[in-house]
């Protein structure tokens, strides 16, 4: 099935073709002109562009032409009624995947629609898989493990994100990435990169939200010998290492005022000043933002109106996991071969009945609460076919219910055993939270509570799906 323009200005010709595709399985738009056509496809891209050559004001082959600039990978078939072979080679020079000559059958157009469905589903499996290699090969080269493969997904919503992950990564344009925590916005932000002109050069990242305000300037801009306490060496800031390539800043919206402002400057200007230096450095940086904050809280709160606008280029909205349950038995597959070995767990299957549990429940945690819910069964269950029972309690409200506690004292310690694992996963998150409530929020403050560094705390925090 694909999604299909057709572009005729002869009424019977167009409403003919209408309802050929539909009863081949096909979604269909149409257009009475060429400018129609495009408006049309400006406001939903397609499959496969079907245009007349000869039409009023903008034409066959203007259409072609600025569908080909506008959407490269979108298969246009070209009908004329004046089947020159001149027409034909200038229309195929253009970009034209086919062309038919009027009049013609249902069974001739039909097969040539078939062809082009066949291409185009091929040619962006080739081109997913091309990305793949070069993300892959991207985090090799900084040692990661990160794999464009690990988006796993063929439900409609992230088709389109990995449409507007192609159309992206051939510009240098800034990205921001929108999407419920656990959803994947390093991975797209990853992807992006691969796909750029960029992808040979660096990929830095940083996680705002995991650093004191205090050091987050440093990070991004970086210091001069002695401009603070401890600044006991110069040092370059992320800016100055992602030169030339592209800096990904996750959870943005967690930036203080100052730090927005001395980042608007460097986007509107290409230069910085380190913390405590006075000498000017270009930097050349592609900027991809992520946030678990929508849009329109974003401008509602205490973010600089100006700065959004400066990373709201193009957005990427990452569905969360419930909006796409489709997927879930694939992502269910993908982390059983991937976290098997990890485990050493015996499991090759999923039965129905653990599938129905795991399709049913919302994952408030996203893709990544899943992955922990999938590992955390692997290390339990003792069998070649994962059961729902090897599954731990997925409460009703969207939560996994809490582990059981740990034994106060030997005496305390159940008859009947218990799952330490479990247990200590439960202390551990009922700390976390007691020490974001005693600090009122401040994950900084949190983390020193608990003798933690703010990256760890951090951690932590998406592992649980704690919203701080």
């Known amino acids: 099935m694909a999604d299909i323009l057709i572009i005729d200005d002869h009424d019977s010709m167009r409403e003919g073709l209408e309802i050929h595709l539909r009863r081949r399985g096909h979604r269909t738009l149409a257009a009475s002109g060429g400018q129609a056509g495009l408006d049309l496809l400006a406001e939903s891209p397609v ?4 245009t007349d050559l000869k039409m009023a004001r903008v034409d066959g082959m203007q259409v072609l032409r600025r569908v080909k600039e506008a959407a490269p990978e979108t298969e246009v078939l070209v009908i004329t009624g004046y089947g020159t072979i001149e027409t034909a080679v200038e229309a195929m020079k253009l970009g034209a995947a086919d062309f038919i000559t009027k009049p013609f059958s249902s069974e001739e157009f039909g097969v040539k629609i ?10 962006s499996r080739l ?46 344009s800034t990205v921001m990435i929108y999407g419920e925590s656990g ?17 040979d ?24 010998k002695g401009a603070f306490t401890g600044a006991e060496r110069k040092r370059r800031g992320r800016f100055e290492l992602a030169d030339s390539g592209t800096l990904f800043l996750d959870e943005i919206s967690t930036i203080n005022l100052a730090t927005q402002i001395r980042l608007l400057r460097v986007l509107q200007e290409r230069e910085l000043e380190r913390v405590g230096g006075e000498e000017t450095i270009p930097v050349d940086v592609r900027i991809v933002a992520a946030t678990n904050t929508p849009a329109e809280e974003l401008l509602e709160g205490d973010f600089r109106e100006d700065l959004f606008y400066r990373l709201h280029v193009v957005p990427i909205q990452l569905p969360p996991l419930r909006a796409r ?9 993908h982390f059983l071969d991937k976290l098997r070995d ?12 653990a599938l129905d549990v795991l399709m049913s429940h919302d994952w408030p945690g996203n893709v990544r609460e899943l992955e922990n819910v999938v590992e955390r069964a692997l290390v339990l269950a003792d069998r070649e076919l994962l059961e729902a029972d090897d599954l731990p309690r997925l409460g009703e409200n969207g939560r996994v219910v809490p582990p059981p506690s740990v034994p106060a004292s030997p005496g305390d310690f159940p008859d009947g055993g218990m799952d330490l694992n479990r247990a200590m996963e439960g202390l551990e998150e009922r700390l976390l939270r007691q020490a974001l409530g005693q600090a009122d929020g401040v994950k900084a403050e949190a983390a020193r509570l608990l003798g933690l560094k703010p990256s760890a705390l951090y951690y932590k925090l998406e592992k649980y799906g704690i919203e701080a």
């Open 342 to 353: 990890r485990t050493g767990s015996c499991v090759r299957e999923v039965s129905s009945s």
């Open 47 to 50: 499959d496969v562009v079907i």
């Open 114 to 123: 078939d062809r082009l469905v066949a291409d185009r589903a091929e040619k």
């Open 325 to 333: 349950r489709e997927d879930i038995p694939l992502l269910v597959s």
């Open 127 to 172: 081109r997913k898989e091309n990305l793949a290699l070069r993300v892959e090969n991207a985090a090799l080269k900084e040692g990661g493990d990160v794999r464009y493969g690990e988006i796993v997904g063929e439900s409609s919503p992230m088709q389109e994100v990995f449409r507007w992950i192609e159309r992206v990564g051939r510009s240098d």
């Open 183 to 199: 959803t994947g916005k390093e991975l797209v932000a990853r992807a992006v990169h691969a796909g750029s002109r960029r992808r």
């Open 201 to 224: 050069r660096p990929f830095v990242r940083v996680n705002c939200g995991a650093l004191a305000e205090g050091l987050l300037d440093s990070e991004l801009f970086g210091h001069e």
